[in-house]
C-alpha cells in the first residue's frame, strides 16, 4: 500500500456528511447521542478551518532585506529593479 488513504468518489464523501448531519438532526437517538455527533461534526470543521488557516500564514513571503526608495520587484521572478 502506498500509504495515502483515497476515496472512490468525492461524491462519497459529500454523501457521508450529510448522512452524519442527518444523524445529528433528524435521527431517533437520545438527545446526549445527537449532541454528541453534531460536537464531532463541529470540532471536525473547526479543526479543518485552524489548520486551512496555519497553512495558509505559514506560506507567507518573507522578504529578505527591505526595498530602498526607487525599487520594487517583479511579480514574475521576484527580480528587484529600479
Avoid: C, I
Amino acid at each position: 500500500m502506498s500509504g495515502e488513504l483515497v476515496l472512490a468518489s468525492k461524491w462519497d464523501a459529500a454523501f457521508d456528511v450529510v448522512r452524519f448531519l442527518w444523524v445529528g438532526f433528524f435521527s431517533d437517538l437520545p438527545a446526549w447521542a445527537r449532541y454528541t455527533v453534531l460536537g464531532l461534526f463541529g470540532s471536525t470543521v473547526v479543526y479543518g478551518f485552524v489548520s486551512w488557516l496555519r497553512k495558509r500564514s505559514a506560506h507567507a513571503p518573507e522578504d529578505e532585506e527591505p526595498l530602498q526608495e526607487g525599487e520594487r520587484t517583479l511579480p514574475e521572478g521576484g527580480t528587484r529593479v529600479r
